[in-house]
C-alpha cells in the first residue's frame, strides 16, 4: 500500500452516511451494494469497503483507491471497483456511484426486462427507459466493460442483468436519488402488471418531461470532482440569517447589517433595551441571536 492519501474527510462521512441510508430505504441487505465518489483532482476514488456491514463501518474503514485499484487507504474495496472506476473513465462528467440490490429493480434484472417509461419519474435518469446491461460474473473487468458499454454516454442508470442497478450523478446525492427512484417506479411497475397493462408514457411526452427535469431541484452539493461540499464561513447558515432578516424590523438596519457581515452580536445601546413599543425587547432578540449562533459551522 502506498502512502495514505490525504483527503477531506466530508467524503469517507458522505459514503458512510449513504451506505446507511442503503439499508434503512431497503436498497439492499447485510453488504450488498457498494458507493464511490471520484476526487479527479487528486486521482483518487472513495469507496465503500468489501464485505463490512454498513452499520459497523467505520470513517477510515472508507477504501481510496487510484484508478488502476491500488489501494491508499482504509480497508480492501468494494469488489465492485472495476465497474466504478471504468465508469469515472467513460463519463468524466460524473463524481458518483451507487450499485444497489434493491428487489423491484433487481426482479426486472432478472427478467432481462427493461423498466419502460410508465411514470414520468423515470426522467431522474435522464432517458425514456432503464435498459439492461448483459450479465457477468461480479467483481470482473468483464461486468464493467459490459455495463459501462451498455450504459452509453448519456443515460444515467441502468439494470445490470441477474445482479441489480447501477446509477450515477454528477454528485452523490444526485446518484442516490436516482436510485431510489428508479426502484420506486420499478416498484410501480410491478404492482401495476399484477392489475393489468400499465399504460406507457410516449416519446413526445417523456421528451417533455426530460426537458422539466433540467432544471428540477436543488443544485448539486459537489459542483467540481476533488472540491469538497461547499462550507459556511460567516457565522450562521443561510436559513439562520434569513430568519435574521426576518426580524430586521425590530432593529436599526445598521445592526442587523453587523449581525450578518460580521457574525457578531452588538451590544445594546444606552435605553435600547426599554423599547417596547409594539416590538421584542433587545434582550429578547439578542438571546434569539445568541441561540442561534449554536448553527455555526466548526472549522
Not at 57 to 67: A, F, G, H, R
Not at 163 to 185: F, P
Not at 263 to 284: D, E, I, M, N, Y
Request: glycine share 8%; net charge positive; charged share 20%.
Amino acid at each position: 500500500m502506498k502512502k495514505p492519501a490525504i483527503i477531506p474527510r466530508a467524503y469517507q462521512q458522505m459514503l458512510l452516511d449513504y451506505g446507511r441510508r442503503l439499508l434503512r430505504d431497503g436498497l439492499t441487505t447485510g453488504t450488498g451494494g457498494n458507493l464511490s465518489v471520484a476526487l479527479r483532482a487528486q486521482n483518487i476514488i472513495a469507496i465503500t469497503p468489501s464485505g463490512i456491514d454498513y452499520d459497523r463501518l467505520k470513517i477510515d474503514d472508507i477504501s481510496l483507491i487510484d484508478c488502476d485499484g491500488l489501494r491508499l487507504a482504509g480497508e480492501k474495496p468494494s469488489s465492485e471497483w472495476h465497474l466504478h472506476a471504468a465508469l469515472y473513465q467513460k463519463r468524466p462528467e460524473i463524481n458518483a456511484v451507487v450499485h444497489t440490490h434493491s428487489r423491484f429493480a433487481t426482479t426486472l434484472a432478472l427478467l432481462h426486462k427493461p423498466l419502460p417509461a410508465c411514470h414520468y419519474l423515470i426522467g431522474v435518469a435522464g432517458c425514456k427507459e432503464i435498459r439492461v446491461a448483459p450479465y457477468a460474473t461480479f467483481g470482473t473487468p468483464e461486468l464493467a466493460e459490459k455495463t459501462v458499454t451498455a450504459l452509453g454516454s448519456n443515460d444515467r442508470c441502468i439494470l445490470m442483468a441477474n445482479h441489480g442497478l447501477i446509477a450515477i450523478g454528477s454528485e452523490l446525492e444526485q446518484a442516490y436519488n436516482t436510485a431510489l427512484y428508479i426502484e420506486e417506479v420499478a416498484e410501480l411497475y410491478h404492482r401495476a402488471l399484477t392489475i393489468g397493462n400499465p399504460v406507457i408514457l410516449s416519446d413526445k411526452e417523456m421528451e417533455e418531461a426530460l426537458i422539466r427535469f433540467q432544471s428540477y431541484g436543488r443544485s448539486a452539493q459537489i459542483t467540481n470532482a476533488g472540491t469538497a461540499p461547499a462550507t459556511q464561513t460567516g457565522l450562521f447558515s443561510p436559513q439562520i440569517s434569513t430568519l435574521i432578516r426576518t426580524f430586521s424590523c425590530f432593529f436599526k438596519p445598521k445592526i442587523t447589517c453587523k449581525v450578518l457581515m460580521r457574525g457578531q452580536v452588538p451590544q445594546p445601546k444606552q435605553g435600547l433595551a426599554a423599547r417596547t413599543q409594539g416590538h421584542f425587547r433587545w434582550s429578547q432578540i439578542s438571546a434569539l441571536i445568541r441561540t442561534f449562533s449554536c448553527f455555526k459551522t466548526r472549522k
